[in-house]
């Protein structure tokens, strides 16, 4: 993959690079002093699943 990464990153699809992680729980409004309780359920690396719970 060359170019621009705009190119082939930022959407979920296939052909394009997909990094990331699926938590337990959402983060959003989550007291801070819990974060270190949150779990990753699934974590995917350059379209690979890399970590699954």
Request: glycine share 10%.
């Amino acid at each position: 993959m060359g170019g621009c990464a705009d190119d082939f990153k930022g959407t979920l699809a296939p052909g394009r690079a997909a990094d990331l992680c699926v938590l337990d729980r959402p983060l959003v409004d989550l007291d801070p002093h819990e974060i270190t309780q949150v779990r990753v359920d699934l974590a995917v690396f350059d379209g690979r699943v890399v970590f699954e719970r």
